[in-house]
């Protein structure tokens, strides 16, 4: 994409001319910063990819109509994810996701068994959640248990989370983030990336990285030069530096 390799090259050239540590004004910065050319397209389409690997549907829909701007994936698969989402982040309703799912592509969850185990995984933790002993303990042994002998890895994040059930009082598990709410968005998580990933879409956008990509290349010249910086990336306000 024309946008990164163009921050990119500006980045490497203003670092080639600082050999030696030394001051660039503000003024110099400036200049170097508006001699980057971005076309108006690819910012868009940046925006866009965001939009839709987020699934924030109806802004996507929007964002199209106001820019002209088409998504690279049909905004009824991101209604799809967001479905799923919902019933495991929200819900805890994991045999609904696993139906939802099924439904959009059976292909995901055959060809992927660690997206299956997990989301069963996820099962597992609704029921004891909810206090429901005596069928966790059963689903366990009947459903993963089975895929446990056939993986190690998998055996591993079963004994943990059947050592939720040895602690009375959750709060003293030494596993006791598994009935976090971060757990579920993990789970729903890595859904949403199989989904994508099923129709030829990133599974992650595009702006975190050209971010990542900024961040880097700041601290590459914080060894060469004193230069106006970005500290706050919600802003991207310069701070002139400290001399």
């Not at 799809?80 to 309703?93: F, L, P, S």
């Not at 689903?139 to 895929?147: D, V």
């Amino acid at each position: 994409m024309s946008l990164f390799w163009s921050v990119f090259r500006q980045l490497a050239e203003i670092e080639a001319m600082a050999t030696s540590k030394k001051v660039i004004t503000r003024e110099e910065w400036e200049k170097k910063l508006n001699d980057v050319k971005i076309r108006k397209e690819d910012m868009n389409k940046l925006v866009m990819n965001f939009l839709v690997t987020e699934g924030y549907v109806d802004a996507a829909e929007k964002f199209r109509m106001e820019s002209g701007t088409e998504p690279d994936i049909d905004l009824a698969t991101i209604t799809d994810c967001m479905a799923v989402k919902k019933a495991v982040v929200q819900c805890g309703n994991v045999e609904d996701a696993i139906e939802k799912v099924n439904d959009l592509n059976p292909e995901i969850l055959d060809t992927n068994p660690q997206l299956f185990f997990h989301l069963q995984q996820q099962r597992l933790i609704e029921l004891i959640r909810n206090g429901k002993v005596e069928e966790a303990l059963e689903f366990a042994q009947e459903e993963l248990a089975p895929r446990g002998e056939e993986n190690q890895s998998f055996l591993q994040e079963l004994e943990r989370t059947i050592a939720l059930l040895a602690f009375e009082d959750v709060t003293n598990c030494p596993v006791k983030e598994l009935l976090d709410i971060s757990q579920r968005l993990k789970t729903a998580s890595e859904v949403n990336a199989a989904i994508l990933t099923s129709q030829s879409h990133e599974k992650d956008p595009k702006l975190p990285n050209l971010l990542k990509m900024l961040v880097w290349a700041q601290n590459q010249l914080d060894e060469k030069a004193a230069y106006p910086r970005i500290n706050d990336l919600s802003t991207a306000t310069l701070e002139d530096p400290a001399v």
